[in-house]
């Protein structure tokens, strides 16, 4: 609450007219994206709430090997498509691999530890549809001299775009991919990558001031934490972002 009355409080004209643009939103069918390891009391709360909060949408889900209960859940929703691994590969390949299945005009990336308000949707797509924007989602950040992510920020002035939840029309993705799985699995700068290769090649990237989705954070990097060591992919992934992005990021 007391995050949304700062916004409220700072922002309030660019609030203002991201709700004017979301007002002139276009319907459109969407996929909704959605990677799940275990937690199954985040992820039945983030389905509901896109039940009840979305319309037109198709849901995805790659299960990385969960517990049996979780899975009996995920296959017991008639209105999912569902892929399921008998490992956990993380986070980077299955977004890859449902990207390849998914075929609606925009999809939206979102972790299983969120729950979306009315409108979450429309507020990135009408910014898409109105200003030809790459990527839209609820949190942005700047990166430091060492690569990594410190400054969280909103609007255009962003280095990346948080993977927790973001959207991208299907023409992007068809253009410049996805992540790169050169990134080992367990998450770590495949998204300020991802956008990164998008300022680079002139597309521009936003981040909303609005605040229509709520991230409980890092409910299920605990929890692959309990069973693997992901200190090796947050060492080796910062290491291949700050060589490949230097030219961005270092003080001349």
Same mark, same amino acid.
């Given at each position: 609450?007391?995050?949304?009355?700062?916004?409220?409080?700072?922002?309030?004209?660019?609030?203002?007219?991201?709700?004017?643009?979301?007002?002139?939103?276009?319907?459109?069918?969407?996929?909704?994206?959605?990677?799940?390891?275990?937690?199954?009391?985040?992820?039945?709360?983030?389905?509901?709430?896109?039940?009840?909060?979305?319309?037109?949408?198709?849901?995805?889900?790659?299960? &990385?090997? +969960?517990?049996?209960? *979780?899975?009996?859940?995920?296959?017991?929703?008639? #209105?999912? =498509? /569902?892929?399921?691994?008998?490992?956990?590969?993380?986070?980077?390949?299955?977004?890859?691999?449902?990207?390849?299945?998914?075929k609606?005009?925009?999809?939206?990336?979102?972790?299983?530890?969120?729950e979306?308000?009315?409108?979450?949707?429309?507020?990135?797509?009408?910014?898409?549809?109105?200003?030809?924007?790459?990527?839209?989602?609820?949190?942005?950040?700047?990166i &430091?001299? +060492?690569?990594?992510? *410190?400054?969280?920020?909103?609007?255009?002035?962003? #280095?990346? =775009? /948080?993977?927790?939840?973001?959207?991208?029309?299907?023409?992007?993705?068809?253009?410049?991919?996805?992540?790169?799985?050169e990134?080992?699995?367990?998450?770590?700068?495949?998204?300020?990558?991802?956008?990164?290769?998008?300022?680079?090649?002139?597309e521009?990237?936003?981040?909303?001031?609005?605040?229509?989705?709520?991230?409980?954070?890092?409910?299920?990097?605990?929890?692959?934490?309990?069973?693997?060591?992901?200190?090796?992919?947050?060492?080796?992934?910062?290491?291949? =972002?700050?060589?490949?992005?230097?030219?961005?990021?270092?003080?001349?």
């Amino acid at each position: 609450m007391n995050d949304v009355i700062f916004r409220i409080e700072r922002y309030s004209q660019k609030i203002l007219a991201e709700l004017d643009c979301m007002s002139n939103y276009q319907d459109v069918c969407k996929d909704i994206l959605i990677i799940v390891h275990n937690q199954l009391f985040y992820l039945k709360k983030c389905v509901e709430s896109i039940r009840r909060n979305t319309k037109n949408y198709q849901i995805y889900i790659w299960n &990385n090997n +969960s517990d049996q209960e *979780t899975k009996s859940w995920i296959e017991s929703q008639k #209105d999912i =498509i /569902c892929s399921h691994h008998d490992q956990n590969i993380g986070f980077i390949k299955p977004n890859n691999e449902l990207m390849k299945i998914s075929k609606n005009p925009y999809a939206i990336l979102l972790n299983s530890d969120t729950e979306v308000l009315p409108n979450w949707d429309k507020a990135m797509i009408g910014q898409i549809q109105q200003y030809g924007y790459a990527q839209v989602g609820y949190l942005g950040g700047k990166i &430091n001299e +060492s690569g990594k992510g *410190t400054i969280f920020n909103f609007g255009k002035d962003v #280095d990346y =775009i /948080c993977g927790w939840c973001f959207c991208i029309p299907r023409f992007i993705y068809e253009k410049y991919g996805l992540f790169d799985e050169e990134y080992l699995q367990f998450a770590y700068c495949e998204d300020s990558d991802f956008s990164l290769r998008l300022t680079e090649s002139k597309e521009v990237i936003y981040s909303l001031h609005l605040g229509l989705v709520t991230h409980h954070e890092n409910k299920t990097i605990k929890e692959v934490m309990k069973t693997t060591d992901c200190e090796a992919s947050f060492i080796h992934n910062h290491e291949v =972002i700050k060589k490949r992005w230097s030219h961005r990021f270092l003080k001349s």
